[in-house]
């Protein structure tokens, strides 16, 4: 039996037919076409599939897509304006944050959320709040290099 729902994701007001047990994730992918919400772990356990939902972050394979009706949903799609990428991407490609990609746009939102929940204060205080996003090709020390320029940056400006 499927529910209507209306999802809020990037701005944008989805009205959809889904099951009860679809997730965040797979209503993003499979029914949007979102694709840079990535399916990895499906456990929750990588941080890969991390939008922000309300200017907070979760892992959307761990939630189902009907508890969110309502709320304002964040994918790394929705952090361009107008074709403008947003401060913490060019800060990824500046630091070559990256290497497979497949973690990025999680890593990405994640900080952008992290940063958005509280400002971390200490290059030590970004590690341990991005430590539930995990990269398999170890560009760590990129990522941080990133969000740190990012904050540097801001200043008091809004992200």
């Keep these: 039996m499927e529910a209507d729902i209306s999802l809020n994701i990037n701005k944008v007001s989805y009205s ?27 456990r929750g356990e990588c941080g890969a599939c991390t939008v922000l939902v309300n200017n907070r972050r979760i892992n959307s394979c761990m939630t189902l897509a009907i508890m969110h009706s309502g709320s304002e949903i964040t994918t790394i799609e929705g952090l361009t304006t107008d074709g403008e990428l947003h ?61 740190s320029d990012v904050l540097e940056g801001m200043e008091d400006a809004a992200i």
């Design 87 to 147: 401060p913490m991407q060019t800060a990824f490609i500046s630091h070559d944050a990256f290497q497979c990609g497949y973690c990025t746009s999680g890593q990405i939102v994640s900080a952008v959320g992290m940063i958005l929940e509280e400002k971390p204060k200490s290059e030590t205080e970004i590690k341990e709040r991005m430590s539930g996003n995990l990269c398999r090709c170890g560009a760590y020390p990129h990522i941080v290099a990133a969000i």
């Design 16 to 42: 959809l037919k889904l099951e009860p047990r679809v997730t965040l994730l797979d209503a993003l992918r499979e029914k949007l076409g979102l694709m840079g919400t990535k399916k990895v772990c499906d």
